[in-house]
Structure formats: C-alpha cells, structure tokens
C-alpha cells in the first residue's frame, strides 16, 4: 500500500492527495445526500456552537418539526462516542439543519422524486439573514482537519462512496482538490497560507513530474 507523501504549509501537514486528487461537487447528482449519510452529525467547535445558537431563532421556522424536537431535548449539537462535538442528527441519520425541499408525493404515489437536501444554516447565510454560514468542517469538506495538540494540525483527504460523483467532475474539469476548496481554506487559514500552499502544490507538481 503506497501511503501519499506529507508536506508542510506554514506548520500544517497536509496530505500531497489534498494537491493531486481532484473533486467538485455535482449536487445535481448527489442532492445533498452528505448531510444526510453517516453515524453522527458534523463536527463543531464551540466557537460554532455559539454561532449557531445565535442564528437558531432564524433558522429555526425553516427546520422539520423532528429537527426542532432534537434541538428541545439535546441542544444544536451533542459528544459523539469519540467525545467530539457534532451536530445533531435526526433518526440517527441527518443533520438536524439538513432539511428536503423536494415536494411530497400526492396521495396517489404520484409525483414522487428522490430527496434534494439543503442546509438551513447555509440558505439564511446566502439569502443575508445571518453572518454564520456552517461549521468549517463542512465547508472543508473532502478534506478533514485532525488536531494531534501541541497546535499541531493535519489535513488529510477523505474518499466516501456518496461523493463518487464529484470525484468524476473534479477530473472532467482537472480541478484539483485544494483549489476546489479555496474559499473554505482561506476562511479557516487565512490567505496569506493559501498563497503558500499554491506554491507548495506547484513545486510538488513539478517535482513530480
């Protein structure tokens, strides 16, 4: 098994597949299913836990009623069997900030479609309702950020079947992984280590060429 080579940005590591994968998001063919799938919610610091608690009565109208009965009894987020913090989930399934907009079949199972997820967090932040847009992880997302303490923090890049989709769109349009994600990187490092990081991939790239 060939383990990908580690580089160093500006004292983070960062896994070199972050630079030579490719992804892009097809939502067409996904339909949000990542807010959906998995065993536990999305991990928060408690920085967002208080963002999201201050957005909550925003938002709120536009979460499912079982979504508003998780946050009653739990809070916006819980301690997962790992003791992280992650959202809450409904049913065990989806965030409680996931919610479908897809029409409901008639009564006749007429006009049934596959669900289309959408993050409430994320439409009020578009739409100007509030300044919080959703946990970094999920903005970062292939990528995860492990924190080894000591200020020591690795990125590493992580393959899920559901993303399959955007794995093939990423390499129809040759759009490498860090350069998908440059929004989210520069809002949690900050542009001056995305600049590093540009140059870092560079000189991988011909290094390895």
């Known amino acids: 098994m060939n383990i990908p080579p580690i580089l160093e940005v500006g004292g983070i590591l960062i896994s070199s597949e972050i630079i030579t994968e490719c992804f892009c998001c097809d939502y067409e063919k996904c339909k949000g299913i990542c807010c959906v799938e998995g065993d536990a919610g999305a991990p928060v610091t408690l920085d967002e836990i208080a963002a999201i608690e201050d957005c909550l009565d925003t938002v709120w109208p536009d979460l499912s009623a079982s979504a508003q009965s998780v946050i009653d009894k739990q809070g916006v987020a819980y301690a997962d069997r790992d003791g992280d913090m992650v959202t809450s989930i409904v049913r065990g399934r989806e965030c409680v900030f996931a919610r479908s907009l897809t029409p409901d079949p008639s009564p006749k199972g007429e006009g049934s479609q596959e669900p289309c ?7 009020a932040y578009r739409n100007g309702k509030t300044h919080f847009c959703k946990p ?35 390499k129809a349009l040759g759009l490498p992984v860090y350069k998908f994600l440059k929004e989210p990187l520069i809002r949690r490092f900050g542009e001056a280590w995305y600049e590093e990081l540009c140059e870092v991939a560079n000189l991988f790239d011909t290094q390895k060429d």
């Open 117 to 123: 997820w959408l993050c409430m967090l994320e439409r």
């Open 136 to 170: 970094i992880s999920c903005s970062l997302y292939p990528i995860r950020e492990k924190n080894f303490g000591n200020n020591l923090i690795g990125l590493n890049y992580h393959r899920w079947e559901v993303c399959r989709d955007a794995v093939e769109k990423g």
